[in-house]
Nanobody, 116 residues
């Protein structure tokens, strides 16, 4: 059974930082491209950051470039999202996703709220 469990969300002030974690089980983690998405109320889910296998290439949404960093620890089957210089518009539910070929698995999400 595949499980992705996010943690680390919460309330932060503008300019602050948070670190999200997503622990995976039931998958051969190193095979999977790991992604972070977010969805704000009334908006579509958007890709925030992605990291391919073996610490490969990363992709970031323009809105988070230079502020967010995705990383992974294959030994711990965990992907991270370090968020700095947070802005109120970063407020959203953040989801991690694991993708391999046509299979995509999702976590339950963790809420991030940034106050101005």
């Amino acid at each position: 059974q595949v499980q992705l469990v996010e943690s680390g969300g919460g309330l932060a002030q503008a300019g602050g930082s948070l670190r999200l974690s997503c622990a995976a089980s039931g998958v051969i983690f190193r095979w999977y491209t790991m992604k972070w998405y977010r969805q704000a109320p009334g908006k579509e889910r958007e890709l925030v950051a992605s990291m391919s296998t073996a610490g490969g290439g990363t992709v970031y949404a323009d809105s988070v470039k230079g502020r967010f960093t995705i990383s992974r620890d294959d030994a711990k089957a965990t992907v991270y999202l370090q968020m700095t210089n947070l802005k109120p518009e970063d407020t959203a539910m953040y989801y991690c996703a694991a993708q391999w070929v046509t299979a995509t698995y999702w976590g339950q999400g963790t809420q991030v709220t940034v106050s101005s």
